[in-house]
C-alpha cells in the first residue's frame, strides 16, 4: 500500500518520531501527551471543533522532523526591536539566545531550561490549552524539539521579537516548537512572535505558546502568521491570568495555506483583564480557522474579544469563540463583537460566538454580522469623486479600524498594515491614508 | 450647462421618474419641490450616478457631455456634487482623509498637481470657521456621531472644498434648526456664481427665504408639473400641491 493511501500516515509518522526522539529530563510527561494524543487522534469533522477544517489530505502524508537549519529569515517585523530572537525549524539560533539590553528580561533555550530543572519545566507543561478538541497541543508537548524559555521579572521597555521560520527544502517536513513566557508580578513585557517562512514546501508547523501573567503583571503578546502559501500551522495560545494581571493579545492571521490558531485563556483571580484583538485575512485559497475559549474562573474578571475576518478569493475563515463564566463568580463582565467582510462572491465566513454562564451576576454581550462592503458608503465616496477600486479598499480598510488602533506599538501596527495592504488592491492609495 | 430630456428611471422594478425635461443654464439657481415620493430624490440620485436605480428612457447632457454614460465619481470629478438627504456615516475613514482625496481626485482629473498639506489645511480651516464647525470634526469618522445639523454642514463644508460646477442639494434644509439653516444657506449662497449653477430639492418654502431661487419647479408623479419663478414657491406654501394635481387633471 502506498503512503498516499494510508489514511492514518501522519499519525502513524508520528509515532515514529516519537519513538526515535532521544530521551531527556521530561519525558514521562512527554509520553503521557502522546498516548492521550494517539488515543484521539487526528481531528476530523465529527469534532464540534473542527467541523469546518477538514484534514483527511494532511492526515494521509507521513512526516519527518525539520532538520536543524542555519538560514534565518529577515522579519518584517524586525524594526520593533533591536535584537529579535530566531528559532529556525523550532530551534533557537544561536542555541544559547539572550538578550542583554534588559535585565528585567532573561531568556534561555527551552532545551536548556530542561536540563537545568526538568521537573519545574514538566510541571509547567500540562496546560489548559489541551482539550480534545485542541490535540496539536498535545501532540506539541510530545514532540516540541525547543523553543525559549521566557522570564520577565520588571518593565521591559522594548518589545521582544521571536522570529519563528520554518526553513526546509522537503515537503514532509514538520516542525514542532513551543515557547513559554513567565511575567512575574507587577512586571510587564511586550512580546511579538512572527511566523514566516515556507519557501514553497508543504510544511507543517505545531506551535505552542504558553503566557503566564502573575498577579498585576500586564503584557501585549502579537502571533502574526505570514507563512507562504503552502504552509499548514496549527498554533495553540494558552494564556493563564492572576489577580489584576492586564493582557492584551493580537492574532493576526495574513499567511500559510491553512492556519488553525487557538487561544485559550483562563482568567484565575479577581481583577484579571483580558483584550483580544484577532485580524483573520482569506485571501487566494487560503483556510483560516481561529477558535477562542476564554474561561472566567474567578469574580471581578473582563475579557473583551473583537475579530475582523476579511475572506477573498475563495478562501473561507471561521472564527469560533467561546465565553465560559464560573459559577460561584460575581462580576464577571465580557463582550464578544465579531464582524466578517466577504469581498467575493465564493469566499466564505463563519462567525459563531457562544456563551456559557454558569453564575448570576454577569454583563455579557456578544453580536456577529458578515457582509458585503455596504453600497450606500461605497456610492457616497464614489460621489465625492474617489476611484472604485481606492473607495473599496479605503472601506476594507475602515472596517479594520478598530483593530488596527488598539496596537499600542506604532512600529507594528505600522509593519502589520504594510503587509496587510500587500494583499488589498488599491495599496497606493492606502498607503498614501496612513 | 445641464440638460435632461425626457429621463426616465425605476426603482427596484418600480417606475419612479416618468420623463422628466428641466434644463439648467450657467449661473443659476432652481428650486424643485413636490410632495413625499414624488421623485425628487431619486432625480438627483440618477443625475449623481447611483448605480442600482435603472435608466428606461431620456437622455443627461453636462456640459456637453452624456452624464448618464459617466460613472458616478467621474461625474463627481467634471465637477458635479450630491448634497445627500441622508449622508452616510463611514467609521475608520477619517473626514479630513475624505475631503483631501475628494480635492485630490479632482485636481488630478483636471490635470493639477496634488494640494499642498500646508495649503490644504489652511483651507479647510478657513471653510469650518465660515461654516461655525468645530475643528474636532477633521479627526472624527466621516459623520460619525454627527447630529442632522452637523451632517447637513459638513455636506455644504465638502461643497465648498470641492467648489463643484453643478451643486445638488437633496433636503439639505430638512432637520434644521432656524440657526443651522442660516449657516447652510450662508455656505450656499457664498458659491453662486456665473459659472456655478444650483439645485435645491426641499420641501419648504423655508430654505427659498435665504437662498433665492431663479427658478422653481413642482414635481410630482415623477415628472415636473409646473415650473415658475420664486412667486411659485410662495403659493405652493400657501396652496399646498394637490391644486396643482387637480389643475393637471381638469
Redesign the interface.
Known amino acids: 500500500m502506498s503512503a498516499a493511501r494510508d489514511k492514518d500516515a501522519a499519525l502513524r509518522s508520528f509515532e515514529a518520531a516519537w519513538h526515535a526522539r532521544p530521551g531527556d529530563g521530561i519525558a514521562a510527561t512527554r509520553a503521557e501527551a502522546m498516548r492521550r494524543f494517539l488515543a484521539l487522534g487526528l481531528p476530523s469533522p465529527r469534532d464540534e471543533s473542527w467541523r469546518h477544517t477538514n484534514l483527511r489530505a494532511l492526515a494521509g502524508r507521513p512526516f519527518a522532523d525539520a532538520e536543524p537549519a542555519t538560514p534565518m529569515r529577515a522579519s518584517w517585523l524586525a524594526g520593533i526591536c533591536a535584537a529579535p530572537i530566531a528559532i529556525v525549524n523550532g530551534r533557537p539560533l544561536p542555541a544559547a539566545p539572550a538578550r542583554t539590553d534588559d535585565p528585567a528580561l532573561s531568556i534561555e533555550s527551552l532545551r536548556a531550561s530542561i536540563d537545568r530543572d526538568p521537573a519545574s519545566l514538566a510541571a509547567r507543561l500540562g496546560s489548559i490549552g489541551e482539550t480534545e478538541s485542541e490535540r496539536w497541543a498535545l501532540l506539541n508537548r510530545a514532540l516540541f524539539v525547543d523553543g525559549l524559555h521566557v522570564r520577565v521579572t520588571g518593565r521591559v521597555a522594548a518589545p521582544l521579537l521571536i522570529v519563528h521560520s520554518a526553513e526546509t527544502a522537503r515537503d514532509d517536513a514538520a516542525v514542532h516548537s513551543r515557547v513559554i513566557v513567565d511575567v512575574a508580578a507587577g512586571a510587564q513585557a511586550t512580546i511579538v512572535e512572527h511566523h514566516l517562512g515556507g519557501d514553497g514546501h508543504a510544511t507543517l508547523v505545531n506551535h505552542t505558546t504558553q503566557l503566564h501573567l502573575a498577579p498585576g503583571a500586564s503584557a501585549e503578546h502579537y502571533r502574526v502568521f505570514s507563512s507562504d502559501a503552502h504552509t499548514t500551522h496549527f498554533d495553540a495560545l494558552e494564556i493563564t491570568q492572576a489577580a489584576d494581571s492586564r493582557c492584551r493579545q493580537f492574532t493576526i492571521a495574513l499567511g500559510g495555506a491553512l492556519l488553525r490558531a487557538n487561544l485559550s485563556g483562563r482568567l484565575d483571580a479577581a481583577g484579571a483583564e483580558h483584550d483580544s484583538y484577532s485580524l483573520l485575512v482569506g485571501h487566494g485559497a487560503r483556510q483560516v480557522d481561529c477558535v477562542n475559549a476564554i474561561v472566567h474562573a474567578a469574580s471581578r474578571t473582563t475579557s473583551r474579544q473583537t475579530a475582523r475576518a476579511l475572506a477573498a478569493g475563495t478562501s473561507r475563515v471561521v472564527f469560533n469563540s467561546r465565553v465560559r463564566v464560573e459559577a460561584g463568580t460575581a462580576g464577571a463582565q465580557s463582550n464578544q463583537s465579531c464582524r466578517g467582510l466577504l469581498l467575493s462572491p465564493t469566499a466564505e465566513i463563519d462567525t459563531r460566538p457562544q456563551l456559557e454562564i454558569l453564575a448570576d451576576d454577569v454583563k455579557c454581550a456578544h453580536g456577529a454580522t458578515t457582509g458585503r462592503l455596504d453600497p450606500n458608503m461605497l456610492f457616497y465616496l464614489l460621489a465625492r469623486g474617489i476611484d472604485r477600486a481606492a473607495a473599496q479598499t479605503l472601506l476594507i480598510y475602515a472596517f479594520l479600524d478598530d483593530l488596527l488602533t488598539g496596537m499600542s506599538i506604532p512600529g507594528a501596527r505600522h509593519a502589520i498594515e504594510e503587509a496587510l495592504i500587500a494583499e488589498l488592491p488599491g495599496a497606493d492609495l492606502l498607503r498614501a491614508y496612513r | 450647462m445641464l440638460k435632461i430630456s425626457q429621463l426616465r428611471a425605476n426603482v427596484v422594478g418600480r417606475n419612479i421618474l416618468k420623463g422628466v425635461d428641466l434644463e439648467i443654464g450657467a449661473g443659476e439657481v432652481h428650486a424643485i419641490m413636490g410632495p413625499n415620493g414624488s421623485g425628487k430624490s431619486t432625480l438627483v440620485q440618477v443625475l449623481?450616478?447611483?448605480?442600482?436605480y435603472e435608466i428606461t428612457g431620456g437622455s443627461v447632457s453636462f456640459d456637453g457631455a452624456d452624464l448618464l454614460a459617466m460613472?458616478?465619481?467621474e461625474?463627481?470629478?467634471a465637477g458635479l456634487?450630491?448634497g445627500?438627504q441622508y449622508?452616510?456615516e463611514?467609521?475608520?475613514?477619517n473626514n479630513a482623509?475624505?475631503l483631501k482625496?475628494?480635492l485630490n481626485?479632482?485636481r488630478k482629473?483636471a490635470g493639477l498637481a496634488e494640494v499642498d498639506a500646508y495649503e490644504f489645511l489652511s483651507l479647510i480651516k478657513a471653510k469650518m470657521k465660515f461654516m461655525g464647525m468645530d475643528e474636532s470634526f477633521l479627526s472624527r469618522?466621516?459623520n460619525e456621531g454627527f447630529s442632522g445639523g452637523e451632517k447637513k454642514r459638513n455636506e455644504i463644508l465638502?461643497m465648498l472644498v470641492?467648489e463643484p460646477r453643478l451643486a445638488l442639494l437633496d433636503e439639505t434644509d430638512s432637520g434644521l434648526d432656524i440657526d443651522a439653516l442660516k449657516v447652510v444657506a450662508k455656505g450656499v449662497n457664498s458659491l453662486r456664481a456665473a459659472e456655478r449653477s444650483i439645485v435645491l430639492v426641499t420641501h419648504y418654502q423655508r430654505l427659498l427665504d435665504y437662498v433665492e431661487p431663479d427658478r422653481v419647479h413642482v414635481f410630482a408623479d415623477g415628472r415636473i408639473l409646473k415650473s415658475g419663478d420664486k412667486t411659485l414657491a410662495h403659493e405652493l406654501e400657501a396652496r399646498g400641491y394637490d391644486w396643482l394635481r387637480e389643475e393637471r387633471v381638469a
Request: hydrophobic share 50%.
Open positions: 449623481a450616478g447611483r448605480e442600482d460613472p458616478p465619481e461625474r463627481a470629478r456634487f450630491l445627500f449622508p452616510v463611514i467609521p475608520g475613514v482623509y475624505l482625496a475628494a481626485a479632482k482629473a469618522g466621516v465638502q470641492l
